[in-house]
């Protein structure tokens, strides 16, 4: 009855085709070559802001002229306890998180092909970048455990977090403290590079000035990069055990990415994982939660508090 019903309203709208159908007329059209098409992320303070990944490291020197006008743009600095310096630019937050371009397995068993690539290779995550994987779904969890690709996003340091909004919302926790130190001390510009739709300044962390939103395979890539002054389309992403490595020697072809999917992402995982989906496991029904019709305010809470302008409010309004 149902498909009866959308085959019905489709025709009478119109937009019913099969191999009967006449050509459709329409008063204009586009023509898109497909290899004109780049690679793009957005920041690094405006979600709308899309830049060409061939571009980032010129438009972030550009943004980074502006920021630190009067003092040097490199300023490779100490961090206490590390072998290593940080500079301007250098990615300290690499996320992949719940939002919307993470809700596709394309773009997340890509990110787990890359990171088996960038592994087989001899390639490693800059130690100054904090990594995490907090998708949406707990399907995600179990096509890459299936697939074996979570292993590799492991050893790069993309353990699975936890399911839901993170980053995107400054939930990724505190920079270690020597990094924070060496940022707020030097006035280093930091990035971030998530795959979320929120890059506010202030945002994502309060050390962190630049933030970038990009496919989960570039949260990868630039974790193995660790700086956004890095051309991921020209320069060597890493050195791996048997020389330089570049973006395009680990990037997985779009064949390989379909097949994993058409493998490891079957309906069987969704419908086991979504059964019980209200249920949760014993930590989420151990929960105390209120019950009734109206939910029970607790006064001493320092973090969700009865709005103002509801007290005295009666169900009628004058």
């Known amino acids: 009855d149902r498909v009866a019903l959308v085959e019905a309203y489709a025709k009478a709208q119109g937009m019913w085709r099969d191999a009967s159908s006449p050509d459709p007329v329409f008063t204009d059209t586009l023509d898109l070559d497909l290899g004109s098409v780049e690679p793009s992320l957005a920041g690094p303070k405006r979600p709308q802001d899309r830049v060409l990944l061939s571009n980032v490291t ?135 590079v998530l795959s979320g739709n929120r890059n506010f300044e202030g945002r994502v962390s309060p050390d962190v000035q630049a933030n970038y939103l990009a496919s989960p395979p570039l949260v990868v890539a630039y974790a193995l990069a660790g700086s956004v002054q890095k051309d991921l389309t020209k320069e060597p992403i890493g050195e791996g055990k048997d020389g330089p490595v570049y973006l395009k020697d680990i990037w997985p072809s779009s064949q390989e990415i379909q097949e994993y999917i058409m493998k490891y992402v079957t309906r069987e995982i969704y419908a086991a994982k979504y059964a019980d989906v209200f249920k949760g496991d014993a930590n989420w029904q151990a929960v105390q939660a209120p019950t009734g019709q109206t939910y029970a305010w607790d006064d001493s809470s320092t973090y969700v508090q009865n709005p103002p302008y509801f007290v005295g409010m009666g169900k009628t309004g004058s």
């Open 58 to 192: 010129k438009e972030f020197g550009e943004f980074l002229a502006t920021d630190v006008a009067g003092r040097p743009v490199s300023q490779p600095t100490d961090v206490a306890g590390a072998d290593y310096k940080l500079d301007h630019g250098h990615v300290v937050i690499a996320a992949i998180t719940s939002c919307t371009n993470t809700s596709n397995p394309s773009v997340l068993i890509a990110a787990g092909l890359l990171a088996r690539n960038a592994v087989a290779k001899g390639l490693k995550t800059k130690p100054w970048v904090k990594t995490s994987l907090a998708p949406g779904s707990q399907v995600v969890a179990e096509y890459l455990n299936n697939s074996g690709l979570q292993k590799d996003l492991d050893a790069l340091g993309f353990n699975l977090v936890g399911f839901g909004c993170t980053t995107c919302i400054g939930n990724s926790g505190p920079l270690p403290a020597p990094i924070s130190k060496t940022i707020n001390d030097k006035g280093l510009i930091a990035a971030g």
